[in-house]
């Protein structure tokens, strides 16, 4: 094997080493932080105290199930500012739970209890 042909393989390696790098670094800030609320303290989650959405639900008759609210706020917030639960249909909120409960945390009584909150409170 000459020198030329040993340096051009050298080169062709640094480049695919360099585009699988560039590959992962693009494909990084895709993924899902492990802690959900290290999301919410990168990207400035909410918190219970700020004003939200969900808020609205207080200016009409309501399911009241604090308890359930407030699991819904301490677990979807830590990712994202809540939705208002009128903001979508009963039958809308199933498919939401059921996809996003567990990266969220929520599972068994807890995740049946928020969706009957949200189902409850939806328009």
């Known amino acids: 094997m000459t020198h030329a042909s040993t340096t051009h393989r050298f080169a062709a390696l640094l480049i695919l080493g360099a585009v699988i790098c560039a590959l992962g670094a693009a494909c990084s800030g895709f993924s899902v932080p492990a802690d959900p609320g290290l999301r919410a303290k990168m990207y400035g989650g ?3 105290e700020a ?3 969900v808020a609205a639900t207080a200016t009409r008759p309501a399911f009241a199930d604090e308890g359930a609210r407030t699991l819904y706020m301490s677990h979807c917030g830590a990712c994202h500012e809540p939705f208002d639960p009128g903001s979508m249909g009963a039958g809308d909120w199933p498919r939401f739970v059921r996809k996003y409960g567990p990266r969220a945390g929520l599972f068994g009584a807890n995740r049946a209890r928020v969706l009957t909150w949200l ?3 939806a328009r």
């Open 119 to 121: 189902q409850a409170n």
């Open 51 to 53: 004003a939200s959405p």
């Open 46 to 48: 909410a918190s219970e």
